[in-house]
């Protein structure tokens, strides 16, 4: 079973590239830039856990990701996670939508990652704003948190699917959140 466990914080853009330029001074690891096209799906039945299925797109390649919450009352967001590269997108989006999961979340995000100490730290930039992830034990998160000076950041326990639902678009019953054509390519 793997388990993810990170902290994430909404941040303005200038706080952002402080953020961006911090990592740089304590010599954080950068690892990667990219655009994502995530696609959500929902059990028609009620889940307590709230679980999903999420077909990710990157470039090229696809992956399908399950995801669970784990209830906890503390101010980082565990989950189940366990994910896979799929060879067929359109293939995997057929059997998804057979095995009664309907399509419900739509957002794109331009991510940067980087390591620091154990932990992987993320800036997204989504179409309603921009956040800091930083996944790792919850020892170390505070380790990092501190490094970058984010203490004081206020964290943000909505996942971007919850966010796309709050402040994204209605497109035929499918909460949406998209960068324009120029963004997205």
Known sequence: MAIETEKKYRLDKPTM????????????????????????YRNS?????NAVLRIRKIGESTFLTYKERIKNDSEFKTKIE???????????EFIVAK????????????RKT????????????????????????????????????????????????????KYGKDEDGIKTARFGRARSA
């Open 82 to 92: 366990h994910e896979t590269l799929v060879s067929d997108a359109e293939e995997m």
């Open 45 to 49: 039945i009620p889940d307590e856990n």
């Open 114 to 165: 980087f390591h620091l100490g154990d932990c992987e730290v993320v800036l997204d930039e989504l179409p309603f704003g921009q956040y800091m992830e930083i996944e790792g034990d919850p020892k170390e998160i505070l380790e990092v948190e501190k490094m970058l000076d984010a203490e004081a950041y206020q964290a943000e326990t909505r996942g971007y699917s919850r966010l796309t639902v």
């Open 99 to 110: 095995l009664g999961y309907k399509l419900a979340v739509v957002y794109e995000k331009h």
């Open 17 to 40: 590239v402080a953020i961006a330029d911090r990592l740089r001074e304590v010599g954080a690891e950068f690892v990667s830039e990219r655009f994502e096209q995530n696609f959500i």
